[in-house]
């Protein structure tokens, strides 16, 4: 079987889990993250309960594009498309205008953290998939991030309906995103270089 072809068997899988409202362990350009269905709210608390968290400020989504993007954030200054169009790092967009994700994935500001991940299978399945996807550190809440499958909590390995084979890892950063905040009226706050 070809690479490709095996990426698309697990990029299907994957797929199947989220639209069956189950939790995945996966692998994207920085860390390893636990995922689910962003509009699905059930599986955005069983990531809660997993984590051993209710922080709804930890939780981000990764759209495939920018137009996904703006199909879930309704309130984005345009600043902060062409800053996510020029970022050479990985970088998460803090957006105003939450729209169309689970309830319990907002914040009272009703914010929502996004990310386009540069990276071979998580594109692959954002596209499959068709909707944002959560993307939170794999930890107990409190606890340091796995940067690695190989450092993920046992119980989250275990709690995930599917882990992603770790040869569609790729090279990730292996570090956290750089986060930047954007307000309706174009504002920016770095909160993580």
């Known amino acids: 079987m ?11 899988r994957a797929v199947a889990v989220l ?14 993250g636990l995922g689910c269905d962003a509009t699905n709210a059930e599986a955005v608390a069983k990531i809660y309960e997993l984590k051993r968290s209710a922080d709804k ?8 594009s920018a137009d996904m993007v703006v199909r879930y954030v309704n309130r984005a200054p345009g600043i902060a498309f ?21 309830a319990n994935l907002v914040p009272e500001e009703g914010t929502l953290g996004v990310r386009v991940p540069d990276h ?20 107990i809440s409190g606890e340091p991030a796995a940067l690695s499958l ?24 292996r570090k956290p995103s750089s986060i930047v905040a954007f307000t309706e009226d174009g504002a920016v706050n770095v909160i993580r270089k």
């Open 2 to 12: 070809s690479a490709a072809e095996a990426m698309r068997q697990e990029v299907e």
């Open 120 to 139: 071979a299978f998580c594109s692959s399945m954002l596209r499959a998939f068709g909707r944002p996807v959560v993307s939170t550190s794999v930890n």
């Open 82 to 102: 062409e800053v996510m169009e020029l970022a050479t790092e990985p970088l998460t967009l803090i957006l105003p205008g939450a729209a169309g994700v689970a």
């Open 150 to 173: 190989a450092e993920a909590p046992r119980e989250l390995v275990e709690g995930a309906d599917f882990v992603v084979n770790p040869r569609f890892e790729g090279r990730p950063t």
């Open 57 to 64: 400020k930890s939780m981000l989504v990764l759209c495939a």
């Open 19 to 32: 639209r069956a409202g189950g939790v995945i362990l996966y692998p994207t350009d920085t860390v390893w």
